[in-house]
């Protein structure tokens, strides 16, 4: 379906995009500059995570880490402190990994191309093109989520993941690549939005076979589950364990430990929590002695100021920062 449109409608198209793009994109603080290393750590932080939780982010972690060199000196735990919240913690270990052999193997010059992005960990096909595209101007084009769902409205095929890349290969701006990726990711964000795409005010209206036609499937129910924390306190320290190094999920990462539910027991704090497709339910309440004496695995006090640098799981750090004793 690429070849119905025409070479002045690609060209039509490509203008009509990059034109929307610079008069409607949105102020966001890794597209200051094309420096490489910024637009790295962004792409690694917005793989399957919302904008609006990354930038926060973002900041502190471009504060704590300003360049390669900082973010390869850094110890694994640190790094996770910072990144803690934002979850898929395999992103940050795979960084940091990447960040080592930046500094120590390439000198600390960062790839050009795509195809040498992707030889560094946690950098594949999508992340290696953005990052080639964005910050050196490599023709090559990307497709996400929102870039796929735009490429399958555009032209009405189906979902194919690798003919959407020669979809996108064949709209592709050679001239401003980074900007139309970018451009194209936008789109699918703000516009060609999965269950409700504004198409009149779509600056690709005129060339969409779709036009908003599409039928909506139902959103899969999301699971539902109730989790129940013990709060140990020690005059202004609180106990936490650590999970084990192999731990399938968030390994190395400290939390609370939870506790058994006990009818009528009065809590300290009710919290809600989203991970992917679950939200959880989450009770916190005091713990009692024999809990605290009898916690397996390492398990250690902290006082707030010590707490505030560990890896902590996301839920934990926001049922401490509400409940821990102040310094």
């Known amino acids: 379906m690429v070849s119905a449109l025409t070479s002045r409608d690609a060209s039509q198209l490509r203008r009509a995009l ?14 200051c500059d094309s420096d490489p290393y910024r637009v790295w750590v962004s792409e690694i932080m917005l793989q399957q995570t919302r904008v609006a939780a990354v930038v926060d982010h973002y900041a502190r972690f471009m504060q704590r880490f300003p360049a390669v060199e900082a973010l390869a000196s850094a110890s694994e735990a640190s790094v996770l402190a910072i990144w803690s919240g934002l979850g898929y913690y395999h992103r940050a270990r795979r960084m ?8 120590r193997e390439r000198r600390g010059q960062f790839p050009r191309t795509a195809e040498a992005w992707r030889q560094l960990p946690g950098v594949g096909r999508y992340t290696a093109a953005a990052i080639a595209s964005i910050a050196f101007g490599e023709a090559v084009p990307v497709v996400d989520g929102n870039v796929e769902r735009v490429l399958e409205r555009l032209f009405q ?51 969409c076979c779709s036009r908003g036609a599409a039928v909506l499937k139902p959103r899969p129910a999301r699971k539902q589950q109730h989790l129940h924390y013990a709060l140990p306190i020690r005059g202004k320290s609180v106990r936490l364990i650590q999970r084990p190094r192999d731990a399938r999920r968030m390994a190395g990462m400290w939390e609370l430990p939870q506790a058994p539910v006990h009818p009528g027991e009065e809590t300290l704090g009710h919290f809600r929590h989203s991970i992917t497709d679950t ?5 916190v309440v005091s713990a009692p002695p024999a809990l605290v004496n009898n916690l397996e ?25 509400k409940l821990a004793p102040a310094t």
Not at 20 to 31: I, K, Q, T
Not at 96 to 103: E, F, L, M, T
Not at 159 to 171: I, T
Request: with cysteine; hydrophobic share 40%; proline share 6%.
């Open 157 to 207: 095929e189906g979902k194919k993941r690798e003919s959407a890349w020669l979809r996108a290969e064949a709209v592709l701006d050679c001239i401003r690549p980074g900007d139309f990726n970018q451009a194209m990711m936008e789109l699918g964000a703000t516009i060609c939005t999965p269950r409700a795409p504004q198409c009149l005010i779509c600056p690709l209206y005129k060339w």
């Open 18 to 31: 990059l034109g929307w793009y610079d008069a409607h994109r949105r102020d966001l603080p890794w597209r």
């Open 96 to 103: 940091h990994q990447a960040a080592k052999i930046i500094v």
């Open 297 to 321: 695995g390492d398990a250690r006090w902290f006082t707030r100021q010590q707490w505030q640098k560990l890896p902590l799981t996301g839920l934990t750090r926001k049922i401490l920062r």
């Open 279 to 283: 939200d959880y339910d989450v009770s």
